[in-house]
């Protein structure tokens, strides 16, 4: 694609990023053809390449309006695209950029930066998201039954956290959401691995990823979240001995995407900019990790207790699109003897991405029946998932449990 960006932005580091990842671009359309809200909505403008096309003009000096502005906000960034993209074009990191200098030009309701100024500041902190799931929880009973969809469940009882004692030693990212909504999921994972020879620690002063504060158009807030992550992993990191660190495992896709793009992020950033390449290097997903144990034969479907019934597996676009592990869940599962039931159209979006089920509640409700539609199609007893974001999501409209593949994989070694 040829490009002739205007003087505001050419030569700025977003700019020349973007004029790279523009020039990829050969409009072959491909990208529409696995684009969520494309198959809903059918305008080419709601599509990748509609999108690109948007964010082009713009950097080549064509003023944005609230129609633009709108067609992005659409985009859920899952980043299928990516995965059928011939030319390998960047498109989340591109929809970022234009996102971002949209909205800056654009602006925003009053009403509508209030809220997401209060997603960015609630959600994003554990100590005060925590209470106020726990309130909602206390007064569900009472409030309207759309406001009452949106109140998670109670979290099911995490167990115990096995102390460090193994000579090989991991990280794991508590998070911002998924302490107070499903605190089993990490815990389970350092039960798992103990039994492995590996001890799990988490860092409590770590918190967000950041992606969160960073995909609601808040970059500069974002990449501060990411250096409070770094300071805290950082002396386990550098530690000697069984008390350094070998990975960082992420149990949330989301957030595990995310890390793994800290190099590139904090790429000028001269005091985290090695670091963040670093923290990047040793962030695996939980699967990778599994994975990497069954293949030395430490784990096995014959430490398992036969399957009961059924699962389907929900690929989280952060694991299948932004880290590029798509069917090694499955495959893991397979290995270690779950009964896995096909699940059509695995490549798109739940619905859920982020915040986008509360900033666009109507494309994320389509998207998360036809999901479920796919999901139970093979009647499985149980869904299977591997990001918190996900799990909430489908488990608030599914008929049958939702799960962290990690939970049951525990459950069954007993």
């Known amino acids: 694609m040829q490009t002739n960006l205007a003087s505001w932005i050419k030569n700025t580091p977003e700019g020349k990023d973007a004029d790279a990842i523009l020039r990829k671009c050969v409009h072959c359309g491909f990208c529409t053809a696995t684009c969520p809200t494309y198959q809903l909505l059918g305008d080419e403008l709601d599509g990748p390449r509609g999108r690109i096309y948007l964010v082009k003009q713009v950097l080549e000096g ?34 970022d950029i234009g ?35 726990a309130l909602g929880r206390l007064v569900k009973p009472v409030l309207p039954s759309a406001l009452a969809a949106k109140v998670p469940a109670p979290a099911r009882d995490p167990g115990a956290w096995p102390a460090p004692r193994h000579a090989r030693r991991m990280i794991a990212l508590a998070g911002c959401v998924q302490p107070s909504l499903a605190p089993d999921t990490n815990a389970a994972a350092a039960r798992v691995l103990d039994r492995l ?64 793009e800290y190099g590139h992020l904090l790429a000028r950033d001269p005091i985290y900019a090695d670091k963040a390449r670093r923290i990047s290097e040793l962030a695996l997903d939980l699967v990778e990790v599994l994975w990497n144990e069954t293949e030395r034969g430490a784990l096995t479907a014959a ?3 036969p399957a009961s019934g059924k699962v ?3 690929a989280p676009c952060t694991l299948q699109h932004g880290q590029k592990l798509k069917g090694l869940p499955e495959r893991l599962l397979a290995r270690l003897g779950f009964e896995l039931t096909p699940v059509p159209d695995s490549h798109l979006c739940c619905g859920s991405a982020g915040t986008y089920s509360i900033l666009q509640p109507d494309l994320s ?3 998360r029946v036809n999901k479920l539609e796919a999901l139970g199609s093979g009647e499985p007893a149980m869904i299977l998932t591997a990001n918190i974001g996900c799990q909430m999501h489908l488990d608030a409209a599914a008929d049958r449990p939702v799960r962290h593949w990690i939970t049951e994989l525990e459950a069954r070694l007993g």
């Open 365 to 367: 409700n389509r998207l």
């Open 303 to 305: 430490s398992l207790r």
């Open 197 to 260: 020879g590996i001890s799990l620690v988490e860092a409590p002063s770590a918190g967000c990823c950041g992606a969160l504060r960073y995909h609601l158009d808040r970059q500069a807030d974002g990449l501060d979240d990411m250096r409070r992550v770094i300071d805290a992993w950082w002396p386990l990191v550098e530690a000697k001995g069984s008390a350094r660190a070998e990975a960082i495992v992420m149990t949330a896709s989301g957030c595990g995407a995310m890390v793994r």
């Open 99 to 133: 996102k971002k200098m949209v909205d800056d030009k654009v602006g925003r309701s009053v009403f509508e930066g209030l809220k997401r100024g209060a997603m960015a500041a609630v959600l994003s902190r554990g100590a005060l998201f925590a209470p106020l799931v």
């Open 312 to 314: 389907a597996f929900h």
């Open 62 to 95: 064509v003023e944005p309006t609230a129609k633009t502005q709108s067609h992005l906000d659409r985009c859920l960034t899952c980043r299928s695209c990516e995965t059928t993209c011939p030319s390998g074009v960047e498109y989340g990191r591109l929809i």
